[in-house]
C-alpha cells in the first residue's frame, strides 16, 4: 500500500465547476497535510494546509481532513482554466518519530484540465 | 520578498561525471530539504537540514549522492558518476520552525 493515494485521473471539469480532489494517507500518526499546486514543468507551489478535523477554506479553496478515515481532499470552487495543473497531495509524519524527521511524502499527483 | 533559488536551472552532463546543484533557501528559514521528482510521480524526499546538521537521509540517497550545508545557510547537492537514471528534477524546499515547506524552481538534470 502506497503511504498517500491519490486519483490519478486526468480529472476535467468545465469553467466554473466545482472541482473534487481526494486523497488518503496510510500512517495514523500524520499530523500536518498539504495541497500543492504544481503547473507543466515547474515545481510544486503550496495552496493550503491543514492540521484539524473539518474543514478550512481559502478563497476558493476548502480543504477538508477527516483523520478517523485517514482522507484529505481538495474543493476549487467556480474552476478557471488557469486551475489546471496537477495537484499534489502531501502528509507530513509525526515529527516525533526518529525515523521520519520532517519529510513530506507525496501522492503522485491529480491533473486537473478545467475547459472553457 | 526572496523566496528559495536554486542554481543552476537545467543541467545536461554525461554518464559519468560528476554534478553539483547548489540551494538558497529563504533567509529566516532554518530546515532546508532536497526532493527528486520524476516525470509522472510526486516528489521523493532525500535528505533534510536542521541548521548545519543533516538529521536524515533517504535510502534513495544512495553513496553517489552527497549533501551538505555549511554554515546552515546555502546547501549543495553533489551526484558523482551520473547515471541516466539519475535523470530527473532536483528540488529544494526550506521551512522556518513550522514544518511548511516552500520550494524553489528546481534543477532538471539530463543524464546522456
Known amino acids: 500500500q502506497k503511504e498517500v493515494e491519490q486519483n490519478s485521473g486526468p480529472l476535467s471539469v468545465p469553467e466554473g465547476a466545482i472541482a473534487s480532489l481526494n486523497c488518503t494517507y496510510s500512517d495514523r500518526v500524520s499530523q500536518s497535510f498539504f495541497w500543492y499546486r504544481q503547473y507543466s514543468g515547474k515545481s510544486p507551489e503550496l495552496i493550503m494546509s491543514?492540521?484539524?478535523?473539518g474543514d478550512k477554506e481559502d478563497g476558493r479553496f476548502t480543504a477538508q481532513l477527516n483523520k478517523a478515515s485517514q482522507y484529505v481532499s481538495l474543493l476549487i470552487r467556480d474552476s478557471q482554466p488557469s486551475d489546471s495543473a496537477t495537484y499534489l497531495c502531501a502528509v507530513n509524519t509525526n515529527l516525533m518519530r526518529e525515523t521520519s524527521g520532517s519529510r513530506l511524502t507525496f501522492g503522485e499527483g491529480t491533473q486537473l484540465t478545467v475547459n472553457p | 520578498d526572496t523566496g528559495v533559488s536554486q542554481d543552476p536551472r537545467h543541467k545536461i552532463t554525461k554518464r559519468g561525471q560528476n554534478v553539483t546543484f547548489r540551494c538558497d533557501p529563504i533567509?529566516?528559514?532554518?530546515?532546508l530539504y532536497w526532493y527528486r521528482q520524476t516525470l509522472g510521480q510526486g516528489p521523493e524526499f532525500l535528505t533534510y537540514f536542521q541548521n548545519e546538521a543533516q538529521l536524515e537521509k533517504s535510502r534513495l540517497l544512495s553513496d553517489r549522492f552527497s549533501a551538505e550545508r555549511p554554515k546552515g545557510s546555502f546547501s549543495t547537492l553533489e551526484i558523482q558518476r551520473t547515471e541516466q537514471g539519475d535523470s530527473a528534477m532536483y528540488l529544494c524546499?526550506?521551512?522556518?520552525?513550522?514544518?511548511?515547506?516552500?520550494f524553489g524552481p528546481g534543477t532538471r538534470l539530463t543524464v546522456l
Open positions: 533567509s529566516e528559514h532554518n530546515r
Open positions: 524546499a526550506s521551512s522556518a520552525s513550522t514544518d511548511t515547506q516552500y
Open positions: 491543514i492540521y484539524s478535523n
